[in-house]
């Protein structure tokens, strides 16, 4: 099956250069207004990939976010990018990890958005699931772990619901409690991101898995493959 993406807010020129780069990464583009209309069809249609030319009222765009990770939308998991001029690049980064996974200059998008989509659409895929988690940072309170439950976990990382303490950028242990009644899974990562509880609707921390030893690796992987993603 062929990747999808959306495109929107963006003029005949940009256009042009967006639907080249998305012909290197192998992906086919759909073009629409912007408008209402917009949100109901990525919620009733799942696309990979949806780009964004801002600036857009803010108001608007956290609406728009809301809608398309909601719970019961097709396009929950999709990667959102926006694309915007220097002087605005600033304001939009400001929704990166708020629902946006990326902000690319105009000036940039012939050299970095194959790229960026290449990259988006390699993130594993993710299942809901409830697993209890504790990560604790070492040196830190004494290595006092913290608690939380997965919202979703893939191979390659988790979206923890629960106090939004580490620091984006911080490595921490993690152990998780998979339901097969061995020990927990015990592993690294990497904090990505914090939740916007008003767009995503729950408080945590986004993480990348940044090393397992092998057999906690296979554990994962059988866990995975054996419950029904999204």
Do not use: C, K
Not at 26 to 34: H, K, L
Not at 113 to 132: G, I, K, M, W, Y
């Amino acid at each position: 099956m062929s990747r999808t993406a959306l495109l929107t807010r963006l003029d005949r020129g940009l256009t042009s250069r967006v639907r080249a780069a998305l012909v290197d990464a192998r992906v086919e583009a759909t073009q629409v207004p912007w408008g209402p209309d917009t949100l109901g069809l990525v919620r009733r249609r799942r696309f990979d990939i949806v780009i964004i030319g801002y600036p857009v009222i803010a108001s608007t765009l956290s609406s728009f976010v809301r809608g398309l990770r909601a719970a019961d939308s097709a396009s929950r998991t999709t990667g959102l990018v926006l694309t915007a001029h220097a002087e605005d690049a600033a304001t939009a980064e400001g929704f990166v990890g708020r629902g946006v996974n990326r902000v690319i200059r105009y000036t940039r998008i012939d050299e970095d958005l194959a790229s960026t989509v290449r990259e988006l659409l390699e993130v594993a895929p993710r299942t809901v699931a409830q697993l209890a988690t504790t990560i604790t940072v070492p040196h830190v309170d004494g290595g006092r772990p913290l608690r939380y439950h997965t919202e979703n976990i893939s191979a390659s990382g988790m979206l923890l619901r629960g106090p939004a303490s580490p620091e984006v950028g911080t490595t921490v242990e993690v152990e998780i409690r998979l339901p097969d009644g061995e020990h927990p899974l015990r592993g690294t990562a990497e904090v990505m991101r914090t939740t916007d509880a008003t767009v995503e609707r729950i408080e945590g921390v986004g993480v990348r898995f940044t090393g397992f030893p092998e057999p906690e690796r296979r554990r994962l992987v059988a866990f995975l493959s054996t419950t029904s993603a999204p």
